[in-house]
């Protein structure tokens, strides 16, 4: 039988020979070389849809908001002469040189400005940019500096949303479980595609599917036996219950919220000042951890990041969110409109957005405002009665805009007073006392913060926030969201399945916004059991889930999966207690997640980076931390035997969590036996050649 989608029989090709370093370094410079020969496009090329949207959403609003005053025909000298407007011209550059060198950003002089490498050539000038954009403006150029012309606006204006299409009373029953829900839905489109889905995964594969999902980490052997040889009909059900119950549950999970809604910065937030009578503060991280562990409804969830509130026991470290952001709202509210709604606003803050005929410019600026009268007052974020925010669009005078919620109206609100310079002197005599005695600040008479909440979930138009996360978590779980890109779920940019994301976000309403009973749902799905193998002619295209898409491991499930994989499975032995057995997986985590820092967050187009690569071929961590043998170690374990086969069955097992095949034991039966005078060595490198390989890198 056929685990996996890639197979172990290539051994001899991946075992790592005596070679000394420099020619190690010399195969991996190769290796580069070929990679970028591979990705490089010539320049006459047309970029592809996904890298012009790139641009689009992230790099063009950032050269428009923060570059433009002083390096476009805005100006009224082009400073150092460089424009900003054009590829063309960031290839021309300006007094120093090219402004990018495409594909290579090391060398491109934009990058090291907006890094702020260099103070005389910073950019902007007072202003370091966060470091999400940098990474953004890197993967650009190494994109090869996709720049198109502004795009016209090309929507239809009578064109209707989609989820104005799909009517209430045509959906399946408020009744039907999650599970049922998502496999009529998939199996209709197959049925009416002509295509026939693949099989059931076998329990070796699902049981570690599932456990990198839910908990984080792969099984035990002892686990994945005892689940595969139980005759018990509800097994999955009892299985999945029991890892959300976990406290690996928790700590998985809660790294992934962080992802969601901080990119996993949340440690670096500062803490809380927590409140009166002594509360301790607590940063953002322990906000999520504590939100996770108490299933906290995720509409609650958004409510204390909105209004930033740490006065509570459980919104204590909430602020961190906005905190965080607020120094650059045109920042702030693109991930609050992207995080909490999925759709990224950022085109309509230089026009009117080009695919949404009711997002213009209005309404981006709409939505700032909500964020336009909050500020930081020491360890608190304050917020005033009054203010207001204005912007020059593209034709026309500058005007002022109200809080305007997506596709909506300006919203109501009380007038707001300006205060004369006397009142302004007061003010700022009271934010200085709170200031140094370290005390947050009255809320205002009208919160625009707590508007926003209540537009966001008002009935007709929470479907933003429901689906958002919905479609968030079906990405996770099944490999592409059924809205792609995630942060596109505007009305013109239909699902793959429009009635099944109708049928999730009002079943997530319906029940508290409970993300747990969500995550229960698919992981208990038919569709979700599917295998990742296809056996059929050309594989059908990924929007219809007629099999399971590979997934690369993030960072966290990686790290803690290869201290897992070279853990001696006598750890493990069942006369352990319960506490002493989570105990030692809690450790195991803690280690591995140190480790997680050393790998790259998968996107899109993942593939192995070459730091990845030489951390594997040449980091003396791999060797330490994982194939030394040692006590506790996997590769001791291995050697205290002295029967072949049980070594090949025993090493597979605790890596791949199935059983060897047979040309495996062969293969590697074979390799120990030529290497009896180095039998420590060889096992190690049987091993390396087992985490290193495509199967153990992917959730298949």
Not at 178 to 205: C, E, M, T, W
Not at 533 to 540: G, L
Request: aromatic residues 8%; proline residues 6%.
């Amino acid at each position: 039988m056929k685990y996996a989608p890639a197979r172990t029989v290539t051994f001899l090709a991946r075992v790592r020979r005596k070679i000394d370093m420099k020619s190690k370094h010399t195969i991996f410079l190769i290796c580069a070389t070929l990679l970028q020969m591979g990705i490089c496009r010539s320049q006459g090329a047309q970029p592809p849809q996904a890298d012009v949207d790139f641009f689009e959403q992230k790099i063009r609003p950032v050269l428009v908001e923060k570059c433009h005053k002083c390096h476009s025909a805005q100006a009224p000298k082009l400073k150092g002469g460089l424009s900003v407007e054009s590829r063309e011209a960031l290839l021309k550059g300006g007094e120093t040189g090219p402004a990018i060198v495409p594909l290579k950003p090391g060398q491109s002089l934009l990058i090291k400005a907006i890094g702020h490498g260099d103070e005389e050539t910073a950019m902007p000038p007072k202003e370091k940019l966060p470091a999400n954009v940098l990474a953004d403006f890197e993967k650009w150029v190494q994109l090869g500096a996709p720049f198109p012309a502004a795009r016209p606006n090309v929507a239809k204006e009578t064109s209707p949303a989609w989820w104005e299409k799909v009517a209430e009373k045509d959906l399946l029953p408020q009744d039907r479980s999650i599970a049922q829900a998502v496999d009529h839905y998939l199996n209709d489109r197959l049925a009416k595609a002509k295509v026939k889905p693949a099989g059931a995964v076998a329990d070796v594969a699902w049981i570690r599917r599932a456990m990198l999902d839910l908990a984080g980490r792969i099984p035990t052997v002892d686990e994945v036996k005892a689940y595969v040889v139980s005759r018990d009909p509800k097994k999955k059900e009892k299985l999945v219950d029991a890892l959300i119950a976990s406290p690996g549950f928790v700590r998985h999970q809660s790294t992934e919220m962080a992802w969601l809604l901080m990119d996993g910065s949340g440690k670096g937030t500062a803490k809380s000042s927590g409140k009166k009578g002594g509360q301790a503060g607590a940063n953002f991280d322990e906000y999520v951890t504590r939100t996770v562990a108490t299933n906290r409804r995720w509409d609650q969830v958004f409510k204390d990041i909105i209004l930033a509130d740490d006065a509570t026991d459980e919104a204590n470290g909430a602020s961190g969110f906005l905190r965080d952001k607020i120094k650059d709202q045109d920042r702030l509210v693109t991930d609050v409109s992207s995080r909490f709604f999925g759709v990224n606003i950022s085109c309509a803050q230089c026009h009117d957005h080009p695919l949404v005929p009711t997002w213009k410019q209005d309404h981006y600026y709409g939505m700032k405002s909500f964020f336009s009268r909050t500020f930081e007052n020491g360890d608190f974020l304050g917020e005033r009665d009054y203010g207001t925010i204005s912007f020059k669009p593209n034709k026309g005078e500058s005007r002022q805009v109200r809080p305007m919620f997506l596709g909506g109206a300006p919203i109501t609100e009380p007038k707001a007073i300006e205060p004369n310079e006397e009142q302004k002197k007061a003010e700022k005599k009271l934010l200085d006392e709170a200031k140094t005695k370290k005390e947050p600040l009255a809320p205002p008479a009208f919160s625009r913060r707590a508007k926003l909440i209540e537009e966001g979930l008002k009935a007709g138009q929470e479907g933003f926030f429901s689906r958002s996360i919905a479609n968030q978590l079906w990405n996770r779980f099944f490999g592409r969201g059924l809205v792609m890109p995630l942060d596109q779920m505007h009305g013109q940019n239909s699902p793959s399945h429009p009635e099944l994301l109708e049928w999730l976000a009002r079943d997530l309403t319906k029940n508290n916004y409970d993300l747990r009973r969500l995550i229960r749902g698919l992981a208990l799905s038919d569709a979700y059991a599917r295998s990742s193998r296809w056996e059929h002619s050309a594989r059908p295209e990924p929007a219809l889930f007629a099999a399971a898409i590979p997934r690369a491991l993030t960072p966290a499930q990686f790290g803690v999966s290869l201290h897992f994989a070279a853990a001696d499975p006598e750890m493990f032995k069942p006369t352990l207690t319960a506490e002493e057995r989570l105990k030692t997986i809690e450790r195991l985590e803690k280690t591995g997640q140190g480790m997680s820092s050393l790998f790259e967050r998968p996107g899109d187009d993942f593939h192995v980076g070459v730091d990845e690569a030489l951390l594997f071929s040449n980091g003396d961590r791999i060797q330490r931390e994982l194939l030394a043998d040692g006590g506790g170690r996997l590769i001791k374990h291995l050697a205290a035997s002295k029967d072949r086969h049980a070594q090949v069955e025993a090493v597979v097992w605790n890596i791949l969590s199935r059983p060897a095949e047979p040309a495996e034991i062969k293969l590697f039966g074979d390799y120990l036996e030529k290497r009896q005078d180095r039998a420590v060595e060889a096992l190690q490198q049987i091993a390396w050649s087992l985490i290193s390989c495509a199967e153990f890198r992917f959730n298949h």
